[in-house]
T-cell receptor, first 115, second 112 residues
Framework: GAVVSQHPSWVICKSGTSVKIECRSL??????MFWYRQFPKQSLMLMAT?????????EQGVEKDKFLINHASLTLSTLTVTSAHPEDSSFYIC???????????FGPGTRLTVL | SQQGEEDPQALSIQEGENATMNCSYK?????LQWYRQNSGRGLVHLIL?????REKHSGRLRVTLDTSKKSSSLLITASRAADTASYFC????????????FGKGTMLLVSP
């Protein structure tokens, strides 16, 4: 089946620093990838849709300048949390749709802790 | 916005029992999907049911969809301790069927 990886799996950083999270589709190409955020014991909130070769589409309320998304190739999307603050601490998960475009394949997630 | 609402929020059962989780949603959909998430991990796709389908089976999973009531149910039969996880329904809206809107999830605990 389709595999999506994320790196790093966890990261701890100081307030004010920027953190980059990578999402890769390992055995298939993904022109679209999705980035979600999940707080403890809560649901996934779609943050943005990453589009290969064009600008990302952000959901309402998500700061574009805060969460920079780059989809540089058909297998890689990156999410950069700029000037991270403790309230940005969360579990960030990416996904990519399968060939049929219906089900999504999720990465294992990245746990971000900002001190 | 989260339009799916799962019920119950938490469910605790014994191995061998059946587990039923319900999901309600608000807008018209292209399809509805169920995902499973083990603690601190990514999500695994379980089953997809299209808006023109009423019931679907996959192994020990049975999903129903009632578009008139905008609701779905996931039944796990003969549960096992390994089924312990959070279960989320996700809807693919008609207007943006490539995106998913997740419900709040049901935490299932299956005790040996």
């Amino acid at each position: 089946g389709a595999v999506v990886s994320q790196h790093p799996s966890w990261v701890i950083c100081k307030s004010g620093t920027s953190v980059k999270i990578e999402c890769r589709s390992l055995d298939f190409q993904a022109t679209t990838m999705f980035w979600y955020r999940q707080f403890p014991k809560q649901s996934l909130m779609l943050m943005a849709t990453s589009n290969e070769g064009s600008k990302a589409t952000y959901e309402q309320g998500v700061e574009k300048d805060k969460f920079l998304i780059n989809h540089a190739s058909l297998t890689l999307s990156t999410l950069t949390v700029t000037s991270a603050h403790p309230e940005d601490s969360s579990f960030y998960i990416c996904s990519a749709p399968g060939l049929a475009g219906n089900e999504q394949f999720f990465g294992p997630g990245t746990r971000l802790t900002v001190l | 916005s989260q339009q799916g609402e799962e019920d119950p929020q938490a469910l605790s059962i014994q191995e061998g029992e059946n587990a039923t989780m319900n999901c309600s949603y608000k807008t018209s959909i292209n399809n509805l999907q169920w995902y499973r998430q083990n603690s601190g991990r990514g999500l695994v796709h379980l089953i997809l049911i299209r808006s023109n389908e009423r019931e679907k089976h996959s192994g020990r999973l049975r999903v129903t969809l009632d578009t008139s009531k905008k609701s779905s149910s996931l039944l796990i039969t003969a549960s096992r301790a390994a089924d312990t996880a959070s279960y989320f329904c996700a809807t693919a809206p008609l207007a943006r069927y490539s995106t998913l809107t997740f419900g709040k999830g049901t935490m299932l605990l299956v005790s040996p």
